[in-house]
């Protein structure tokens, strides 16, 4: 079963930034928080992806509380090609190899012109 | 990331055949997962395909349904048994590749519908 907990869907301007929130209370302390999205038609695409510290990349960045139960992706200037479901996946990682990934139902965000 | 293949795109199935769906990544990977995504749902994992040995199937999949091979680190096929509509979903092959950082990355999808 997914460990996270999602909105189920969100709006957001174009241009805003848009901000997806994640609960993942029962994260472990090897566990990290992925995150996917999934355009129409097409395979998931990954984002991002942190422990304990917050990340930035090209695409977006991942704050984390303090306590790891929650976190939120944040799409700093959204646009319509933004449109999609964005899912949020805790994942263990094991020293002899990758733990798969168990997709909830993620949040579907709506970037609005 | 890593380039995916994934072969057919797309397939209007009669029922009762079978299909094989075929995934073929650039380089060497680690680890290779087969999904299905039913329509208006999210992801569920069916198996790991494991080079050289038998796939590990998740609860509720088994081998005689959707039979996997891994005969090399960059290739694998699932195959789709005595289809019924049921079985309509976009089968999608994933994969971790060699010193990616764990990183998972996943094919465009297979779209079968089964008539």
């Known amino acids: 079963d997914a460990k996270t907990t999602q909105p189920p869907s969100m709006d957001c301007a174009e241009g805003r930034a848009a901000n997806l929130p994640c609960n993942h209370s029962?994260?472990?302390?090897?566990?990290?928080v992925y995150w996917y999205r999934q355009i129409h038609s097409q395979g998931p695409q990954y984002i991002i992806h942190?422990?304990?510290n917050n990340e930035t990349n090209e695409m977006a960045s991942l704050i984390i509380t303090e306590d790891r139960k929650s976190s939120t992706l944040i799409l700093p200037h959204a646009t319509l090609r933004d449109t999609a479901v964005y899912y949020c996946i805790v994942r263990g990682v094991l020293i002899q190899g990758a733990q798969k990934l168990v997709f909830g139902q993620g949040t579907r965000l709506t970037i609005n012109p | 990331s890593a380039v995916i293949s994934q072969k057919p795109s797309r397939d209007i199935c009669q029922r009762g055949t079978s299909l094989t769906i075929q995934c073929q990544v650039d380089s060497q990977v680690t680890m290779m997962f087969w999904y299905r995504q039913q329509p208006g749902q999210s992801l569920t994992l069916i198996a790991t395909?494991?080079?050289?040995?038998?796939?590990?199937?998740e609860s509720g999949f088994v081998i005689d349904k959707f039979p996997i091979s891994r005969p090399n680190l960059t290739f694998s096929t699932l195959t789709v048994s005595n289809m019924s509509p049921e079985d309509s979903s976009i089968y999608l092959c994933?994969?971790?590749?060699?010193?990616?950082?764990?990183?998972?990355?996943f094919g465009e999808g297979s779209w079968l519908t089964v008539v």
């Open positions: 029962t994260i472990s302390g090897n566990e990290y």
């Open positions: 942190g422990l304990k």
């Open positions: 994933s994969v971790q590749k060699l010193y990616s950082g764990n990183t998972i990355y």
């Open positions: 395909a494991n080079q050289g040995s038998e796939a590990t199937y």
